[in-house]
């Protein structure tokens, strides 16, 4: 059975945090490189995980600082995408994890292995509309919280999760029969 592809991008990711986090000789070619990396990974990030791509590339332009052309500017621009970088990759692989779980009809264990889907935090505010209706707002600090907010009303909907035989990615059935493809 093939690899699920989401852990070719959590391979990727990994790669760009402890790779860089090692070096300690940091100059402008290292950067470069670095940046390079960083712009494949969202690439295929967005391709295989439009939304979360594409957040997560929002996320990074915000994050890096205006190059003055310093070497405090590559440090400060390196130690701004890391701490993201690492929460998005965290989530990845909990989100396969989940997803092989919930596929294999294996029961979620919130108190050990999901633990810090308990702890996502976001703040909930609700507004009255023009017409007199309440709606809600979510307000969240990082991507890694939005998307655990995201997964968890997954879950909440109790969905059929399977195994593309052919890609190897997770999808869920449009109808309750066992699908294989």
Known sequence: M???QS???TTMSNYIITDFNKRHAFDQDTFENMMETLSDFVYTFERDNPLQGTL???????TIPVSNGTLE???DATHAVVPPLQEIVLFQNLT???????????ALDFKKKYKPLRKTEFVQTMLMSKDGRLANRYHFRSPASYYCFLLLNFIERKPIVELCRCCGRFFVPKTKRKTLY
């Open 73 to 75: 500017h590559l440090l």
């Open 7 to 9: 852990m070719a991008n």
């Open 2 to 4: 093939r690899q699920p």
């Open 96 to 106: 396969v994890q989940l997803l092989s779980d919930l596929h294999r009809g294996v």
């Open 56 to 62: 997560t590339r929002a996320v990074l332009d915000d």
